[in-house]
Nanobody
Framework: QVQVVESGGGLVQAGGSLRLSCIVSGLIFDDYGMGWFRQAPEKQREGISCITPTGDRTFYANFVKGRLTISRDNAKNTLYLQINNLKPEDTAMYYC????????????????????WGQGTQVTVSS
């Protein structure tokens, strides 16, 4: 049984930083690309980043470039998302997902490309 568990969210002031984590079990972690998505209140879930199995390539949505860094530690089956200079519009539930594939591509934001999802971790940014 595959389990995906996010952590690291919280309440933070604008300008602050957070590091989200996602631990995956039940599959061979370094066989798959991994992605981060987020869903703001009353908005659709949107893809924000993807990382290849070895971590050699990363992809970001244009609206977060420069503030986010995705990384992974395959020895720990863990995915990370470092978010800097947080803004109130970053307030959302953040989700980690395992890709169905051993790569990321330019259409990494398509949800159907991901198979297993976590329950999310809430990030709230106060102004």
């Amino acid at each position: 049984q595959v389990q995906v568990v996010e952590s690291g969210g919280g309440l933070v002031q604008a300008g602050g930083s957070l590091r989200l984590s996602c631990i995956v079990s039940g599959l061979i972690f370094d066989d798959y690309g991994m992605g981060w998505f987020r869903q703001a209140p009353e908005k659709q879930r949107e893809g924000i980043s993807c990382i290849t199995p070895t971590g050699d390539r990363t992809f970001y949505a244009n609206f977060v470039k420069g503030r986010l860094t995705i990384s992974r530690d395959n020895a720990k089956n863990t995915l990370y998302l470092q978010i800097n200079n947080l803004k109130p519009e970053d307030t959302a539930m953040y989700y980690c997902a395992t890709s169905r594939y051993n790569y990321c591509s330019d259409n990494f934001r398509v949800e159907s490309k991901y198979q297993y999802w976590g329950q999310g971790t809430q990030v709230t940014v106060s102004s």
